[in-house]
Nanobody, 119 residues
Framework: QVRLVESGGGAVQAGGSLRLSCAAS????????IGWFRQASGKGREFVSS????????RYADSVTGRFTISRDNAENMIYLEMNSLKPEDTAVYYC????????????WGQGTQVTVSS
């Protein structure tokens, strides 16, 4: 079983930056992908970015491309989401999630961290 813990959320003004961290523990050898998702108040959860655990291939939602960067440190079992040029519409609870190598869905989720961007 994999456990994920997010940190690094907070409140910033538009145009500012934050770096979110996701610490993975447990059976990390079984992780295929780590994804970042977000959920704004009153809205559904949406995909933000993902990275493969072994090869580092990345994907981004169109809304964050060019502003957010996902990275990993396998030695420390850490995944990061660097968020720049933040906009009020980026305000949400951000979750990291793990998808096993043989799984089609993200099955393990962290508790979430709040990001608030004021105009």
């Amino acid at each position: 079983q994999v456990r994920l813990v997010e940190s690094g959320g907070g409140a910033v003004q538009a145009g500012g930056s934050l770096r979110l961290s996701c610490a993975a523990s447990g059976r990390t050898f079984n992780i295929g992908n780590i994804g970042w998702f977000r959920q704004a108040s009153g809205k559904g959860r949406e995909f933000v970015s993902s990275i493969t655990w072994s090869g580092g291939r990345t994907r981004y939602a169109d809304s964050v491309t060019g502003r957010f960067t996902i990275s990993r440190d396998n030695a420390e079992n850490m995944i990061y989401l660097e968020m720049n040029s933040l906009k009020p519409e980026d305000t949400a609870v951000y979750y990291c999630a793990a998808r096993a190598i043989t799984a089609a869905l993200y099955e393990t989720w962290g508790q979430g961290t709040q990001v608030t961007v004021s105009s």
